[in-house]
């Protein structure tokens, strides 16, 4: 890996926004984000600054018509190239494969598989819609069950407040390219979509992630700004009670499918196919 010049906390150029490292939602890319967010303030684009920080297993990031006719996830899946624009959208995407690699080529092998079968249709059908959902605004939540239960059923007073002091031993992590690119300017509808996982499944970088499939696991809706210790406004428990951002949900609000749809409050929107 080559050295990166020195980075300021935030970094602002033509390419990207500032973004505010020190936000606990950038914690597991602030590391590999402030180098490459700085070598693109300093005129490199996105694809280049991303390559300077590329890992063993980190796929190589090339220019935006790569791919040309073909699409995009399955020349991903061939080339272990990720076609990259440059913008904030796809710096963020870039930071999610340095940092999470192994499951970035998981949820490719599944999209370019669902093409294999099915080809490239005006929709992505449901199992692409589900990936995608994912890929876009998902998030990883280990927790101890009652954190989980209350998440499901989204009784957010038990969840944020009754039971706030489980939340140290809780981990949460963003994975959704465009749910980061969201915060960078935060907003209290900011959603994502929690997928629930064992704890350290995300430590081993080159761990398998088989039997994982977002298009057939459960997921819950989270407001961003509600986890505790994420957001100063939080602490007071009215904030909590803005039912159209915080929804109540059904005794079965977490829903097992292979249907994916974008909803929720404030989404992150889709890319891509």
């Not at 998902?138 to 706030?164: H, I, K, M, N």
Request: aromatic share 10%.
């Amino acid at each position: 890996m080559t050295s990166a010049p020195p980075s300021p906390p935030g970094v602002d150029s033509a390419l990207l926004p500032v973004i505010d490292w020190q936000q606990p939602w950038f914690a597991p890319y602030r590391e590999l984000g402030r180098p490459v967010a700085a070598r693109v303030a300093q005129g490199v684009s996105v694809a280049q600054a991303l390559n300077a920080q590329r890992g063993a297993l980190a796929p190589r990031f090339v220019g935006p018509q790569a791919h040309g006719s073909e699409a995009y996830e399955a020349f991903v899946a061939r080339t272990s190239c990720v076609p990259t624009r440059d913008n904030a959208h796809d710096f963020f995407n870039g930071l999610v494969w340095l940092r999470f690699a192994a499951l970035k080529r998981w949820l490719n092998r599944l999209h370019a598989q669902e093409l294999a079968r099915h080809g490239v249709a005006p929709v992505r059908g449901a199992v692409r819609d589900a990936l995608t959902l994912f890929d876009e605004s998902g998030a990883l939540f280990s927790a101890a069950p009652v954190l989980l239960e209350a998440l499901r059923q989204r009784r957010w007073t038990d969840l944020c407040v009754a039971q706030r002091g489980l939340w140290d031993q809780a981990r949460l992590t963003l994975v959704g390219h465009a749910l980061l690119e969201k915060l960078v300017q935060p907003r209290k509808a900011i959603t994502g979509h929690v997928w629930f996982t064992e704890p350290g499944s995300l430590e081993d970088a080159s761990g398998s992630w088989a039997g994982f499939n977002p298009a057939v696991r459960a997921d819950a809706p989270l407001p961003v700004l509600g986890v505790p210790g994420w957001w100063p406004a939080n602490q007071v428990p009215g904030f909590y009670a803005d039912a159209a951002v915080f929804r109540p949900g059904d005794v079965d609000a977490a829903v097992v499918r292979p249907a994916g749809s974008l909803r929720s409050t404030d989404s992150a929107r889709p890319c891509r196919s």
